[in-house]
């Protein structure tokens, strides 16, 4: 009995699921916090990094609303792989747009907002990075 409970909730290191857990928790808080950041702080960050108020707003509105689908997506036992897979996708994407749009010039930041935007797209890179070898070490 106590090794079902164990590995439906995850917290051993029998879990096939562990990295990835530990791959989505993180990218949901880190994702959460940053999202809460643009909504509240949308008048200093525009100051600091250029980034315009509206931008902002409906970046931190995606930005929470998919930190907490991604952490709902961690809590099952047998991680959903599609879900899973699906934050790998978007991450990638985030990490591709991000630098895109830094070198087609879409995006007119100070100094510290593109140094900004690309620690936020290698932190994403890296998230979806561990959330492949999670999915893979999953099977």
């Known amino acids: ?4 409970v164990t590995a439906m909730t995850g ?9 990835l857990r530990l791959a989505l928790r ?3 808080v880190v994702t959460t916090v940053n999202g809460l950041a643009y909504l509240a702080l949308a008048g200093p960050i525009n100051d600091l990094l250029g980034l315009p108020v509206t931008l902002q707003y409906g970046i931190g509105v995606f930005l929470t609303v ?16 599609t879900a899973a897979l699906a934050a790998v996708v ?6 591709v747009v991000s630098v895109g749009e830094l070198a087609i010039g879409g995006l007119e930041v100070t100094a510290l907002g593109t140094v900004w935007v690309l620690l936020q797209a290698v932190t994403v890179g890296g998230f979806a990075a561990l959330q492949y070898l999670g999915l893979r070490a999953s099977r």
């Open 1 to 4: 009995m106590t090794d079902k």
């Open 11 to 19: 917290n051993t290191a029998t879990d096939p699921h562990r990295l």
């Open 26 to 28: 993180l990218d949901s």
């Open 66 to 81: 998919y930190g907490v689908a991604i952490w709902l997506a961690a809590r099952p036992a047998a991680i959903n792989r």
């Open 90 to 95: 978007l991450n990638t994407l985030w990490t």
